[in-house]
């Protein structure tokens, strides 16, 4: 076997389980909520409005992006028409830069940075009952391995980078629809997802969201800059070889 599907063996070898721990994980929550009936409100909202946490939609564009991958992955191995693999491919890198890197991040960092602080802000302690330690860990912590794995796993010759001002753009767009989901939901239901609403002004509240977007767009640019500086590192290193 050449050097190039040993690659693509080596991507294929790390996304496959990491999505089948996933579908695992999702199996899990559904087996959770079917076999609970508790009214405590803090799971009662998990359970009526499970996808519409910030956390639910980072684990969606993660699943969606393993998907992708996957299948770019395969399109070279089975000899799919150079055209279509590059399809799969942008959207590969577009989802993976635009929305996977730095919402990634900002899920795992803000959630234990307000559990550290006080849990009861984001993940109430009554909820432990409900919810094992590892399936906490699943979807805020679990969830930088495939980062990792992207920024380092080889890339196929010709990779580009996506651009900063192509992917804020739609960085933007998915932030504003799910900020604009969790104040609806309040509007309609008079039910804030994150206790931590509760406790603020409605300036406050706008303030923290505007704060939010503005540490995943820094974010966004970080994941740029990594993938610049470890594609600059292959390539020198392609060239002294």
């Not at 602080?117 to 984001?122: A, N, Q």
């Amino acid at each position: 076997m050449d050097e190039d599907k040993k690659k693509k063996f080596l991507g294929l070898g790390v996304y496959t389980p990491v999505w089948l721990f996933y579908y695992y994980v999702s199996k899990q929550y559904d087996y959770v909520y079917r076999n609970n009936s508790s009214n405590y409100e803090a799971f009662v909202n998990l359970k009526r409005f499970g996808s519409f946490y910030f956390t639910g939609w980072n684990f969606t564009a993660q699943v969606y992006f393993l998907v992708i991958a996957i299948i770019h992955e395969l399109s070279h191995l089975l000899g799919i028409p150079q055209n279509v693999s590059k399809y799969f491919g942008l959207i590969r890198h577009y989802l993976f830069t635009a929305i996977v890197f730095p919402c990634t991040m900002m899920v795992s960092f803000m959630f234990w940075g307000l559990y550290l602080i006080d849990r009861e802000l984001v993940f109430p302690r009554s909820l432990d009952k409900f919810y094992p330690s590892w399936m906490t860990h699943s979807v805020h912590s679990f969830i930088i391995l495939p980062i990792i794995a992207e920024i380092n796993l080889p890339k196929e010759h010709g990779f580009e980078i996506i651009d900063f001002y192509h992917a804020v753009p739609v960085l933007t767009a998915f932030i504003i629809s799910y900020e604009v989901s969790l104040i609806t939901i309040y509007l309609v239901y008079g039910v804030w997802l994150y206790p931590i609403f509760k406790y603020l002004t409605w300036l406050q509240r706008l303030s923290f969201l505007i704060i939010v977007y503005s540490i995943t767009v820094l974010l966004l640019y970080l994941g740029i800059f990594i993938q610049h500086l470890k594609k600059s590192k292959r390539v020198k290193f392609a060239n002294t070889t």
